[in-house]
Each structure stands twice: as C-alpha cells, then as structure tokens.
C-alpha cells in the first residue's frame, strides 16, 4: 500500500467511525431571518452536489481546509448556473480573499450575527462582497439559538455535535479550531445545552452525541452541573478534554453516571521535552506530562476510556519517535491511541513559522490538511522518515494483539469496580 493508499484508506475510516452533520450550518439555518424555506443537503461520496441544491437561491457552504478546494469548485459549478453561494467556517474566515475568488458572499468568524445581512444581501441581489462576523457583535453564547437539527431528516449519522463552548483558554500552536474564529473561551449555560441536546432526542430517539468542543471541562464546577442535569436523559456520549479532569473524582463519578463512554485527550508526544512551548500560554502541556499515567488510569477506572491522541513529527522529535511512542503507548493505560502528523493548518502560528523558515514543502496544498499528509520538513527528520515512521507505527499500533493488548487492563479494571460497567 503506497502513501496515497493509506491516506485515503485512513479518511475512508474517520468517515465511518463518524458521519456527523454541519453543526455550523444547522446554527445558521437557526440564525436565518423568517420568510426563507430551508434545506440541507450533504456534497455526496464522489465529492460533487445534489441535483435539487440547484433549486435554491442562495446556498451556504461549510468547510474545512482539507476539503475547501472541492467546496469552490460547487460553489464555481452553482454561481454558473446563476445560484448565489455565501461561504464561511474555519478554512475561509482565516483566507478570506481566497474564498472570495470563488463565491458571492465570505463571512469570516462565528457565522450566527452576520448571516441576516448576508440572507438581505442575496435577497436584494447585492454585489459579492466579505463580511467580517466581529461588524456584528460578539456572539453572546447564552443566547445561541436551537441549532436546526429537524433539517436533517432521516439521513443516517451515526453521532449528532452539540456545542457546550466555544474556544479554548489555552493556545497550542498548531490548533486550527474554534481558536480561528475567536480567541475567547466561551461556555454555555448548561440549560441551554441540555435544551439542544432534547432537540436532538425529537429528531433521533438515542442520539450519541459527541459534544463539539475544543475542551469541555475547563470549567470543573460548571462541568459537574452539565453532568447531573445530563445523567437523567440516559444517553451515550463523547468529549474532548485535558487531562486535567483526571483531578476531579467527583466529576469523574458524574461524567460516568452520565453516559461519558470515550473522551479524547490530546497526549500529544511522549515526555515533556517535545512538549515544550507547544501550549504558549502557560506551557500547560509540559508541565502535565509527568502524571499523565496516574491520571488517565484514574479516568478509565471510571468506566470511561480514554483516547490518547500523539502528534508525529514535533520540532522536537528525531526518527526515534516512533519507538518511544509505540513503548509510551504501551506503558500507560489507553483503551484507544491516535496518531497524526503535525499539520499546518492556514492561519495558525505554526503554518507561519514554518512559511517563514521555508520549511512548507507545498505551500497552499490545503487539500493535505488530513492530519495524516506531511506537507512541511521535520525538523530532526527526513520527510521520508517521518513517512515511513508512520507507517511503521501505525503497523505497530493497530494491529489486532496490540490492540487487544491495550485494551484488556480497562476492562479488567472494570471488573475490579462493580460500580463501573464497560462501554455498551
Ligand atoms: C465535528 C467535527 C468533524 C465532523 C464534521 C461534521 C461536519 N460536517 O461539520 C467530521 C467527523 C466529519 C470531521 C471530519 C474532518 N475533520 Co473535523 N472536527 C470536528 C470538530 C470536533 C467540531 C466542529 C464543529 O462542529 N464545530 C462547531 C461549529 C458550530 O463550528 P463551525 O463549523 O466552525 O461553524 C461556525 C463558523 O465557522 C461559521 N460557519 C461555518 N460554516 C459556515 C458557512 C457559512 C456560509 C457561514 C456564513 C458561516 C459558517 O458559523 C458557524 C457558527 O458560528 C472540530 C474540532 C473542534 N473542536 O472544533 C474538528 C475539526 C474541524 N476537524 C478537522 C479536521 C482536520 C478534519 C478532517 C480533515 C479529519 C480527517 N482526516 O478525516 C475531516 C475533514 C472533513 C471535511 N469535510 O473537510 C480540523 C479542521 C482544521 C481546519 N482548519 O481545517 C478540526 C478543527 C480539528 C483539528 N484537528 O484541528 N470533523
């Protein structure tokens, strides 16, 4: 299997484990000013647009980096055919010219305040033009509407996103999530959480819900009210977080009682010395490194597995990286592992600095920002040794005994603590 072969074979799979819809779109269909019929539509398999969008007037288009070429390529195919399209998410609100090459209306940030004027724009068929979300107002995450789930129909997702926040108080350097639409961390009134997530129930009858966070439990008190006001609806959910819930037993206690079946920690790199000034508020990752073990052993002893998420290819990382992750992994408790290649993801300091030292082998190639393509040269590597490390890691990591490997200490803990049952 070639490089090509197994990207592919890698997105093939992140697909499956989870089709999720466009939890941006459904809050702009819910931002949508009254008199406007409304539809969802998802780009098909082959990447290209349903027939019926071309009903439409107006037609929004969400996307990220990896697949924002093929987004402007509808939005080419719909402006011929006299269809007016408006584009907005991560990718575009940090290349905005760019986007604006292809559609009518750019929208850079938190789409909710700006979509009326960009709906009045098309309404009166205004020339294209971006609109910048920061214009509108900060968006007061206490009044976000009902995201409009109803929309989806009955195609068939395996999860539904709700968001509890919004941002992440710390900042990696390489993060291209919500940090690229506002640097603020934001979190919701619980109650209104627990309102979306009934919405969800009218829609599908036992959602799994995956909460669309960068860090759901920043915030250890309010997350505990999440908890308590989650447990009573019985469902099964999934979350990032830091480590740092690994302090809270009571909250842990919570997260289980309330259906926490898997959160992601983002582990990042063996040891704290790749670790160093990733995180540059507060060096947050590094100082933590040293007890991950007794912390993600204490999160999994509540019935809640743990994903430990490794990034490949740190400025810190020679090619012996992948054998100190295949042993780290093997040295702490994990019920699941994901590796990724570090990405410069367009607008976060990392892809700057690497543009700067001359270090991005294809600059614009956004369609290599899979998390899983390498488009920069490592620092203590070759581009073919961390290619080939990869792969050589992900043989390692995944194969059936490792994994079973792995896997068996969770569920012999859960044994130990009749209180505590495996994922159903
Ligand atoms: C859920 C999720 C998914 C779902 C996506 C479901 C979907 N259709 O949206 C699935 C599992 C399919 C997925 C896949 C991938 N994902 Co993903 N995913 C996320 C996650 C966890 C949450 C995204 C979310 O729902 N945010 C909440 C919504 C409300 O925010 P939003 O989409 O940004 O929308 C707001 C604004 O951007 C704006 N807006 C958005 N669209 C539009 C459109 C218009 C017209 C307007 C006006 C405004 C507007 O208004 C919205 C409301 O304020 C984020 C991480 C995170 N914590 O954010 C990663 C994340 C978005 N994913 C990421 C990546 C890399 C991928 C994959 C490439 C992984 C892979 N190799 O398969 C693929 C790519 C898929 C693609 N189509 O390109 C990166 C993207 C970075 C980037 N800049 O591109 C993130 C940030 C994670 C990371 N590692 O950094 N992902």
């Given at each position: 299997m070639d490089d090509e072969d197994r990207t592919s074979r890698f997105v093939e799979r992140s697909r499956q484990i989870a089709s999720l819809p466009s939890l941006g779109l459904l809050y702009l269909a819910a931002a949508t000013p009254a008199g406007h019929e409304l539809r969802y539509f998802e780009a098909e398999s082959d990447r290209t647009e349903p027939?019926?969008?071309?009903?439409?007037d107006l037609v929004a288009i969400s996307t990220f980096s990896a697949q924002v070429r093929e987004a402007y390529a509808i939005a080419g195919r719909l402006r011929a055919a006299g269809v007016r399209v408006a584009m907005g998410g991560l990718h575009v609100s940090v290349r905005p010219d760019e986007a604006a090459l292809h559609a009518d209306y750019v929208v850079r940030g938190e789409g909710e305040a700006a979509w009326p004027a960009v709906v009045e724009a098309a309404a009166a068929g205004a020339p294209p033009r971006v609109f910048d979300a920061k214009e509108y107002g900060a968006i007061d995450v206490a009044a976000l509407p009902v995201?409009?789930?109803?929309?989806?129909?009955?195609?068939?997702?395996?999860r539904f996103t709700v968001q509890t926040?919004?941002?992440?108080p710390w900042r990696c350097d390489f993060c291209a999530s919500t940090v690229m639409l506002s640097q603020s961390y934001r979190k919701r009134p619980v109650a209104s959480v627990i309102r979306d997530i009934r919405a969800v129930m009218r829609v599908r009858e036992r959602p799994f819900i995956e909460?669309?966070?960068?860090?759901?439990?920043?915030?250890k008190a309010w997350g505990r009210e999440l908890c308590r006001q989650l447990a009573p609806l019985r469902l099964k959910w999934f979350t990032e977080t830091d480590v740092?819930?690994?302090?809270?037993s009571e909250l842990l206690d919570l997260m289980a009682e309330a259906g926490c079946r898997q959160v992601l920690v983002?582990?990042?790199?063996?040891?704290?010395s790749a670790l160093?000034?990733?995180?540059?508020?507060?060096?947050f990752k590094a100082r933590r490194a040293a007890r991950y073990t007794e912390a993600l052993r204490r999160i999994q002893a509540h019935g809640i597995t743990v994903n430990g998420c490794f990034i490949l290819?740190?400025?810190?990382?020679?090619?012996?990286v992948f054998a100190q992750v295949l042993d780290y992994a093997r040295s702490i408790p994990l019920y699941d592992v994901q590796i990724m290649i570090l990405t410069p993801f367009p607008g976060t300091p990392l892809y700057d600095r690497l543009l700067a030292e001359g270090r991005?082998?294809?600059?614009?190639?956004?369609?290599?920002?899979?998390?899983?393509?390498v488009n920069y040269r490592p620092k203590k590597m070759s581009v073919e040794e961390l290619r080939g490390g990869i792969r050589w890691l992900t043989e390692g990591l995944y194969n059936a005994e490792e994994t079973a490997a792995r896997r068996q200490p969770f569920f012999a803990g859960l044994r130990r603590r009749p209180d505590h049952r495996p994922a159903a």
């Amino acid at each position: 299997m070639d490089d090509e072969d197994r990207t592919s074979r890698f997105v093939e799979r992140s697909r499956q484990i989870a089709s999720l819809p466009s939890l941006g779109l459904l809050y702009l269909a819910a931002a949508t000013p009254a008199g406007h019929e409304l539809r969802y539509f998802e780009a098909e398999s082959d990447r290209t647009e349903p027939a019926e969008v071309y009903t439409c007037d107006l037609v929004a288009i969400s996307t990220f980096s990896a697949q924002v070429r093929e987004a402007y390529a509808i939005a080419g195919r719909l402006r011929a055919a006299g269809v007016r399209v408006a584009m907005g998410g991560l990718h575009v609100s940090v290349r905005p010219d760019e986007a604006a090459l292809h559609a009518d209306y750019v929208v850079r940030g938190e789409g909710e305040a700006a979509w009326p004027a960009v709906v009045e724009a098309a309404a009166a068929g205004a020339p294209p033009r971006v609109f910048d979300a920061k214009e509108y107002g900060a968006i007061d995450v206490a009044a976000l509407p009902v995201p409009r789930y109803d929309l989806l129909g009955d195609r068939p997702y395996n999860r539904f996103t709700v968001q509890t926040s919004r941002g992440c108080p710390w900042r990696c350097d390489f993060c291209a999530s919500t940090v690229m639409l506002s640097q603020s961390y934001r979190k919701r009134p619980v109650a209104s959480v627990i309102r979306d997530i009934r919405a969800v129930m009218r829609v599908r009858e036992r959602p799994f819900i995956e909460f669309a966070d960068d860090n759901t439990f920043v915030d250890k008190a309010w997350g505990r009210e999440l908890c308590r006001q989650l447990a009573p609806l019985r469902l099964k959910w999934f979350t990032e977080t830091d480590v740092s819930v690994a302090d809270d037993s009571e909250l842990l206690d919570l997260m289980a009682e309330a259906g926490c079946r898997q959160v992601l920690v983002g582990l990042e790199s063996p040891g704290a010395s790749a670790l160093e000034g990733m995180e540059m508020r507060a060096n947050f990752k590094a100082r933590r490194a040293a007890r991950y073990t007794e912390a993600l052993r204490r999160i999994q002893a509540h019935g809640i597995t743990v994903n430990g998420c490794f990034i490949l290819g740190l400025d810190g990382h020679g090619p012996e990286v992948f054998a100190q992750v295949l042993d780290y992994a093997r040295s702490i408790p994990l019920y699941d592992v994901q590796i990724m290649i570090l990405t410069p993801f367009p607008g976060t300091p990392l892809y700057d600095r690497l543009l700067a030292e001359g270090r991005i082998l294809e600059p614009e190639r956004w369609d290599l920002c899979t998390l899983f393509d390498v488009n920069y040269r490592p620092k203590k590597m070759s581009v073919e040794e961390l290619r080939g490390g990869i792969r050589w890691l992900t043989e390692g990591l995944y194969n059936a005994e490792e994994t079973a490997a792995r896997r068996q200490p969770f569920f012999a803990g859960l044994r130990r603590r009749p209180d505590h049952r495996p994922a159903a």
